[in-house]
Structures are given as structure tokens and as C-alpha cells.
């Protein structure tokens, strides 16, 4: 497997420092640079390049209401690792906020993280509430998948080793992904579509889970991405926990028990789900803070080692 090209500048943006306060003034679009449309690719490279911005459609996204590069179009913002360092694995980054933002406090510890540990990241900048309603944010997750894994050969990466990784309510994102998946459209005129859907793998940071059940449900997420009156079988289709099959990939699963915005208790039947099906996977349920904790050490050493038990 070829290694990923090297980014035009000397040293990927990967690999330098980035402070609390850069990440707290981070354009959605693009996550430390500010962004206008002109910088949008608007179809695959022949090469990666670090921090390219790709967009997910040529034209409009489905259902796009605008043409603000911020809002109304997804994106994929490209982490490179270290020249000669890549895996050939890749992940799909879906970062938190409520479904209301995309919370660069996630994306860019994220992409740097699994950059550095030669994995090549892609953020993904999904649209939101409360322009956006379901299933606007899910095609944007199901595209981020194809998108890469359609492009992975020409950018020597390993078509079969593409995973997602989610925060809260991306968390919900990249958990819907790996659980909604199909195997493309083969007979579809837009190369991307005839690609797979489906994750190798899923990493999900205390996500939001189900939608159905008001006891442990994060009322927030499900109003931006439902609506205040969604129908009961649609918060069934989107609680992800019951959508669990055999077909679901691996997964590493870490939620905190002192998280209070994010009941445990989805993490819980999720993996209870992952369980009754005979899928594997590695639940962190400890007390190591409060929601929302990012990348820290209490669990992304034992995500990297897992990551490297599945060939990443």
C-alpha cells in the first residue's frame, strides 16, 4: 500500500502546536485558517494535500437551502500524518455540538491525534439545526464515507480500513453511519454513490444514542436534528441502540459515569445492543469527567492500541 502524499508545506499542520484559544476561534468551515468558498475543492484531488477543504457534493448537497461555505456545505477537511509514516488506515471525524454546531474543540485535537499516529483524518463539517433538520446531517455522514472510501486507492489509502469516530452528538452521527450503511448504488451515474457506506470500525466519545426514550435522552440534539414534534417511528429509526445487526462494525465506545449532559445509559444500551449481536467491542465506563472531555490520556492510549489490534 503506497503511503499518502505529503503536504505542499514542510511540516504538516498535524503536527504543530494549535492553543486553547486558536481552537476556541475556529471557523465551522475550516477548523484554524479562515476559509472562503474559492478554497473549496469542489471534486476529489488526485493528491491529498494537509488541510485541503473537499466538498462532499459538486453541486448542491441534498436539501441545501444557501450557498454559505459555513452552513450549507459539507465539507471534509484533510489531517495529514508524518511523510512515511501512514498506515494506509483512515478515519472520518464527526465532531459534537448539539446538532446546532460543529465543535472545533473536537475536530482539530482529533485530527491532529490520529494524524500524528499515522492515520489520515478527515474532519467532517456537517449542516446543522436548526436550518437543517434529519436527514439532512446523516447524508452528510453516509457521503463522508463514500467519499473517501471511492477515493481511497488514488490516494493510497486502504479502501478497507475507513472508520468513523464521533463526539456526543456526532457521536450519534458516526453511530447512525454504523448502523445505517449500504453497500452503494452500483448502477449510479456519480462514482462516489456506487461506494460503501459502511465503516471498518467506530470510535464514539460519550455519545448521544437514543432518541426514543425521554428518561435518558439529550433533549437538545434530539430538537435540532427531529424537530419539536418528531414521529414516534422516526425517534425509532434514530435510536441507534435498536438498529444494532450482526453487520455492525467494531467498536470502541468511551462515556464517562460523571457525564450529566449525556446519560451513560446510552452508551450502555448501546453496547448491550453491540452484545446480543456477537459484535466486539471495548466500552470505557469509568468515572473520568464531566461531558464533553475531548482527547485525553484516560482513554485515547488504549483507542490507539485498539485501533492498532484492528490493522489501523
Partial sequence: MPTVAPATSATPFAQTTVTTAQINAASTVFFVLNADASKILPSPPKQLEDLQILRLWAGPAPLQQGDNP??????????????????????VICPGGAYTHVSPREGIPAGQWLAKNGITAFILNYRVGPKYRYPAETDDGLRAMRYVRANAVAWGLDPQRIGIIGFSAGGHLASYVATHFDPGKPDDTDPIERASSRPDLQILLYPVMTMSDNAIVERGSRSSLLGANPAPELLDLLSNEKQVTKDTPPAFVCHSTQDNTVPIANSDRYTDALAKNNVPYVFIREPIGGHGFGITDAWSGQAMAWLRTQKF
Avoid: I, S
Fill in 70 to 91: 459555513a452552513a450549507d456545505t459539507p465539507t471534509l477537511t484533510v489531517y495529514l500524518p508524518p511523510y512515511g509514516k501512514a498506515t494506509g488506515a483512515a478515519m
